[in-house]
Structure formats: structure tokens, C-alpha cells
């Protein structure tokens, strides 16, 4: 083998090791910025979700929210015309029975001044009924229900007046899937404009039942979610996991909103997407260095002949 074609083969060989290099690492690098990158959309979108469920329970203009305090009027005016008909027993057994037949999780009497003479909560006993009602005492008719954000919890807050008009009837409930109920028209607007911009999908599960109650596929509400809520061990992490029969990176959230019901807010996008852009990136790269590499190995050989002729005139002259 001539000395030359050493050196042409020596030179070809150092560029495709050069070219392998460049390439597996623009591969690797941009991958770990990409999915650095993909991540923190993820929160991102799983953070404006939260807020956004945030945002919906806290609107007091929500007709969602309406209906449902209307409903729980009615329970709590029940209560009063019940007791109607009970007399001047002890309220006891009979307020026991009440709460139990409306599901309530407290419910109190007061007297005409606000002050609490019965309640199935023995700490409540001597209080007062709640400031937002108070003012309302001396109304010949009142019944109002609002939802308030408390140490425990999301509550659904009723009160009513006596049918004696001897004080109120408060009445405490547990505002159980308050998300599956509240503002899923705005949410789902947000998660259909998180798919279309970024690809990324967004759901909301209830980790106790471990069934979705919000999805971009609305067809897979109140079924089960493919990911086992063993996955969810802190409050929130990424992992990656089959979703739909995907294999995809996701990014959960965990948001309590009252003692009894926590959920799971779930970002997650197909790891075909994460990628992707690298396959793109990396093909760029493996594109540019053998183009480099052919200009500059065809160079080098052009100025070998060039040296190799001239060489070869001298000594022939």
C-alpha cells in the first residue's frame, strides 16, 4: 500500500471516529437539555391545572358551584321543617339522625342571638354559628350555602332559619369531588390548548379510587388510570410508564382538597416526542461533519497530487 493511500485511509478513518463522537454526543447533550426542558413544561402545565382548579372553586360567580350549594340549601331547609314536627325533646338522637340521613358532617342549632345550644359536635356547644350568617338572624326567611377553604379542606358551609324563628340551623358538609364537579368547561379548554401547543396531555385523578376525572380523551372518564397509585409516592416526581400504550415521561402533582379526597394532577407526553428533536439534531450533525470532513479529506488529497506532481516534474526535468 503507497504512502499516500496510508495517509488518505488513516484521514478517513480519524473522520468517521470524529463524526461518530459529534454525533452520539450532540445526540446525548441535547437529549439531557431537551428532556430538562420538556420537564419543566410539564410542571408547568400541571402547576397552571392546579390553578386553575384553584381558580374554579374559588369563583363566586360559578354557576357549577351554585347548584351544587342549592342542592345542599334544600338538605339543610329539610333539617328545619323536620324539626318542626320533633318538639321539645332533646336534640340529641334527633340531630344524630339527621346527619347521618342528609350526610352532613356537622350540624348545629342556635339560638336567637347565634350562640350554639345543640350540635352533634360537642365542641361546638357554646360557640357561635359562623360570621357569614350572624348578620342574617333577624331575617324573617334565610337560607344560604357557600363554599369556604378551611384548615381540612374544601367545606360546603348551609344555614337556615329556625321554623320556630328562634335562631338558625347550621349545617357543615364535606365537599366530597368537588373537582368532579366544578369548572370542568374551563379546564378542559386549558388542557385541549396544552395538547395543541406542546403535545402534552394533562389529566386528573382521584388517587383514593385511582380513576380519571378529568382526561384529554373524554372517553376515558371515571375509568381506571394505567398507572398504579403505588407510582405516586411523593408529592409529585417524574417516571416514565406505558399510558394508553405509550411508552411516555410523566410528571405528577398531588393536590389535597379536603381530608378525605386527594388527586393527582398528570402531565405526561410520548417519549417518541422527547426524541424526537434529538434524532433531528443528531442528523444535522452527522450531516454537517461528513460534508466538512469530505471538503477537507478531498482538499488534503488535492494538495498531496498537487505536491506529488510538481515533485514529479522536478525530478523528471
Known sequence: MKKT???YLSSIVIALVCITVLTASAYYIYGVVDKNRIVTELEQCADVLSENIESSLSSDNNEIIKEITDEYSSKTRTVSLVMKNYGNNSFDVFLEEMRVAIGAEEISISDYKGNI???TNMYSEGAKIKDTFLE???DTVYTESTLVETE???RILSATKRSDNKGMIQVTYLADNIVDKVGTTQLYSYINEASVISGISLAVVNEKTNKYIINNNTSLENAV???PKEEYKKENGKFTYVVNGVNSLVYYKKVSL?????YVIISYIPNISTKKMCTVVSEWVFAVCFIVSAVLIL???NSILKMNSEKSKKNNG
Not at 379536603?258 to 386527594?262: F, I, K, S, Y
Request: net charge negative; charged share 40%; aromatic share 8%.
Open 5 to 7: 493511500d496510508k495517509i
Open 258 to 262: 379536603n381530608e378525605t379526597d386527594e
Open 117 to 119: 345550644t345543640d350540635s
Open 152 to 154: 381540612n379542606g374544601y
Open 136 to 138: 342574617h338572624l333577624k
Open 299 to 301: 482538499s488534503f488529497r
Open 225 to 227: 388510570s394505567d398507572i
